[in-house]
């Protein structure tokens, strides 16, 4: 998600890594390659961390927003703007 395009995932939400593991995102580091969907090419391609933007490692509360989808997959993430 582009910076200021969009909100926050919780720690504990998974992403899958180009070896074919998935991972909390709360175990993501620098230089990981995690799945991810490009908009103008409509395609599914592995993209590289390079920064985290926001990371707080302490408990916090967060409100997040679930979407699930028809197949029953689910999204969390803050609301953004």
Do not use: W
Request: hydrophobic letters at 35%; charged letters at 15%; aromatic letters at 8%.
């Amino acid at each position: 998600m582009a910076a200021g395009a969009g909100g926050c995932f919780p720690g504990d939400a998974t992403v899958m890594l180009d070896n074919g593991q998935s991972m909390t995102m709360a175990n993501l580091t620098v230089g990981d390659r995690v799945l991810t969907y490009d908009e103008p090419s409509k395609q599914l391609q592995y993209s590289t961390i390079v920064t985290f933007l926001h990371r707080s490692p302490f408990s916090q509360k967060t409100h997040y927003v679930t979407m699930e989808t028809d197949l029953g997959h689910r999204l969390r993430l803050t609301p953004g703007g």
